[in-house]
């Protein structure tokens, strides 16, 4: 099973794009959910996590630009990102939280450049 991200492109510095991701049922009604990201010649990192019941928690990094959603009738989770910079360009990517290895897609680009 693998989970897939999409939304991506390329956008200017302060501008907002949303990922979204779609999950089974069964991974998604038993688990919180995350978004993760992978910026050019750098580690995986955590951005953002919400809870079956719609807690949140999010990276320093991104606290107060990005917003984290579920739709629990859609099995999809949301990331609503706003105010990019540059230093956002990163290869995205949606799993359980924490995460499962099995569950990794190919994520989706997002690029913000001018």
């Known amino acids: 099973v693998q989970l897939q991200a999409s939304g991506g492109g390329l956008v200017q510095p302060g501008g907002s794009l949303r990922l979204s991701c779609a999950a089974s049922?069964?991974?998604?009604?038993?688990?919180?959910m995350g978004w993760y990201r992978q910026a050019p010649r750098s580690k995986r990192e955590f951005v953002a996590a919400?809870?079956?019941?719609?807690?949140?928690n999010y990276a320093d990094s991104v606290k107060g630009r990005f917003t984290v959603s579920r739709d629990n009738a859609r099995n999809t989770v949301y990331l609503q990102m706003n105010s990019l910079k540059p230093e956002d360009t990163a290869v995205y990517y949606c799993?359980?939280?924490?995460?499962?290895?099995?569950?990794w897609g190919q994520g989706t680009l997002v690029t913000v450049s001018s």
């Open positions: 799993n359980v939280a924490p995460p499962h290895r099995g569950y």
């Open positions: 049922g069964s991974i998604f009604s038993i688990n919180a």
């Open positions: 919400i809870t079956r019941g719609g807690s949140t």
